[in-house]
């Protein structure tokens, strides 16, 4: 087996009805920084050890989601520390929120943002 060809995950696209709005949308609720805002499509990132979020400007878009046996699952999980918190945040933006349960290693939310886009947040039980 070939090892150290790839390195690591530089970033994750997700399509944006309005790259605008979507920007600041998770800047205000995850905390993102913009790095860079290109036109069509913006860059943001959280820290130096995360990969980075690339946000697509696109009118004809499907929402990124797929499905395994009937049930629609995530793309991505972002990690938190504050899951509940985050919780109570997503739900002051009206975000769909469709589960947080409790896996007994770890929390899990699940959730749509403002795209449609299904997206999963872990936090890791201490112990």
């Avoid at 998770?26 to 913006?42: H, I, K, Q, T, W």
Wanted: net charge negative; glycine share 8%.
């Amino acid at each position: 087996m070939t090892q150290g060809l790839i390195t690591g995950i530089d970033h994750v696209q997700l399509p944006a009805a309005d790259l605008e709005e979507t920007i600041a949308w998770y800047c205000r609720v995850f905390g993102f920084s913009l790095l860079e805002n290109y036109g069509e499509f913006a860059m943001l990132t959280l820290n130096d050890r995360s990969p980075n979020l690339m946000l697509w400007q696109s009118k004809n878009y499907s929402s990124a989601h797929f499905e395994k046996d009937g049930e629609t699952l995530p793309v991505l999980f972002f990690r938190s520390s504050e899951i509940d918190k985050l919780a109570r945040k997503l739900q002051e933006e009206n975000a769909r929120i469709v589960s947080l349960d409790d896996g007994g290693f770890a929390k899990f939310l699940k959730f749509y943002d403002l795209n449609d886009n299904f997206i999963g947040v872990m936090q890791l039980m201490e112990g």
